[in-house]
């Protein structure tokens, strides 16, 4: 459908949440505070669509440390998909809390967005990885200046990688605040640069034996209040804090000794003329094989180049056998690699 307006600002939702009174940090929800309000698709990591009932409970503790975070926004840009669950907190319902608009027309396109930014036009801007690497692409190009912008910058809704991270502080002077965590859990956690994971003050998180990580919060909307639910991730504890692994399912085995995917793309990403790296297990000649798909920045760079930066950091069964540089990822609507169009399964 098309969108006519150019902003939605605190009456979209009087409808749908009329007291917006009780988001004030402290106070209690509404009697039905725990009834169905939204329900949300989500496909996670599986590809398969999934709806997730969310209640005004559960976006309201999300709404409150959103606040603490990053204030009252008068003017947020969205540039992620409101079905993604930062993209409906961040974007839509803080803006709207908060008495701000949700700017639908600086949306429209990174460079847009970048010019608004140091125009003092935004607050906040909500993007995933993707659109920040093309916004670097804009800056790197010369013909788009941006320089400490009084405006912040949030990413969401799959990892950035440290390259892309500190690429985009160095040509703006201002760093991107990362958020995790998903439809099923609520916000689970956030970081400004390359430090461990901060939980956010309403969440508790615990790691089981096979390290996979578990959350009680009441933004969770998949198991009953007051329970653990544990999310697909492998994670490293941090005293309070931790560190991402990688998906559960992407720890693998390569001649019989375990490999974690998310640890061998981030190794290459700090390859020298890398941008993007994913890697996937595929069959070669009979045998399960690592393959690493990168996208090399403006400089460039070769197969060979990628498999000894690995070699000479990671254990030998961790370097991909085979190395493709191609010219960008396919990415699924909420901005994520999509592996099986990569593997040829779409």
């Known amino acids: 459908s098309r969108v006519a307006a150019d902003r939605i600002g605190p009456s979209t939702l009087e409808a749908l949440i009329p007291d917006q009174r009780s988001v004030e940090p402290g106070a209690p929800v509404t009697r039905d505070s725990g009834d169905p309000l939204l329900l949300l698709c989500t496909s996670g990591s599986t590809g398969r669509p999934v709806l997730v009932t969310k209640s005004y409970a559960n976006l309201v503790v999300e709404v409150q440390f959103q606040q603490q975070l990053f204030g009252r926004p008068s003017r947020v840009a969205p540039l992620v998909s409101w079905s993604n669950i930062y993209g409906l907190i961040v974007s839509l319902l803080l803006p709207a809390f908060s008495r701000g608009v949700c700017d639908l027309t600086a949306g429209i396109s990174p460079r847009l967005v970048l010019e ?3 125009q003092g036009q935004l607050d906040l801007v909500v993007a995933v990885p993707a659109i920040y690497r093309a916004a670097v692409n804009y800056l790197q190009a010369g013909d788009l200046s941006v320089t400490e912008p009084d405006c912040r910058f949030v990413s969401a809704g799959a990892p950035l990688s440290a390259a892309l991270r500190n690429r985009f502080a160095e040509m703006t002077r201002c760093p991107i605040i990362e958020l995790y965590g998903s439809t099923e ?14 939980p956010q ?28 639910y544990t999310i697909g991730d492998l994670v490293h504890a941090r005293g309070e804090r931790f560190d991402l692994v990688g998906r559960f399912d992407d720890v693998v085995k390569i001649g019989g000794r375990r490999a974690a995917l998310k640890e061998i793309e981030e190794t290459a990403e700090r390859c020298p003329g890398v941008a993007e790296v994913c890697v996937l297990v595929e069959r070669l000649r009979r045998e399960l094989r690592l393959c690493a798909y990168v996208v090399p920045d403006a400089g460039g760079v070769d197969a060979e180049a990628v498999k000894g930066y690995v070699r000479g950091r990671l254990a030998d069964h961790k370097v991909p056998a085979v190395v493709r540089v191609v010219e960008g990822l396919p990415l699924t609507p909420s901005g994520k690699v999509d592996r099986q169009k990569l593997l040829g399964k779409d």
């Open 116 to 118: 608004r930014a140091q």
């Open 185 to 198: 859990a609520g916000g689970v956690a956030y970081r400004r640069d390359e430090e461990p994971w901060t």
């Open 201 to 228: 003050p309403h969440v508790e998180t615990r790691v089981t034996d096979d390290g996979r990580l578990q959350v009680r919060s009441p933004s969770v909307s998949v198991v009953p209040a007051g329970e653990f």
